[in-house]
């Protein structure tokens, strides 16, 4: 193994390819990504309740406004929300052996 390859496994996450995974994977496969499996669970679970309690406790609405419109941007906007949750962690982790591919992190973000 020559010395450039092994900085290379040793090196953490572009930011512009974290941001990406995130935007496109949510903030679990994100995590995963850049090798932080406990935060990609916590995450999930973290993410599962919120969406339980917006199901069966209901989305607080206000009279007179229509989120309809709000609702057009909605995917664009937990975009940047989950890659801006994700990034700046992605200089804390180094990816493991098994998620240095990226491909189980783009098989388990879906």
């Known amino acids: 193994m020559t010395e ?3 900085q290379r496994e040793t090196a953490s996450r572009s930011l512009w390819s974290t941001a990406l995974v995130s ?10 990504w850049i090798g932080s499996g406990k935060l990609a669970v ?9 969406v339980f309690a917006l199901i ?4 607080p609405v206000l009279p007179g406004v229509n989120l309809g ?8 906007g937990l975009m940047a929300l989950w890659a801006a949750i994700v990034v700046p962690f992605a200089h804390r982790f180094k990816p493991d ?3 240095r591919t990226g491909f189980r992190c783009w098989c388990s973000s879906f």
């Open 4 to 6: 450039e390859t092994a």
């Open 23 to 32: 935007a496109f994977g949510g903030p679990f496969g994100g995590f995963l």
């Open 56 to 59: 069966y406790i209901g989305f």
């Open 97 to 99: 052996r098994c998620t």
């Open 42 to 50: 916590v995450s999930l679970v973290v993410i599962s309740v919120v």
């Open 69 to 76: 419109w709000w609702a057009n941007f909605s995917g664009i």
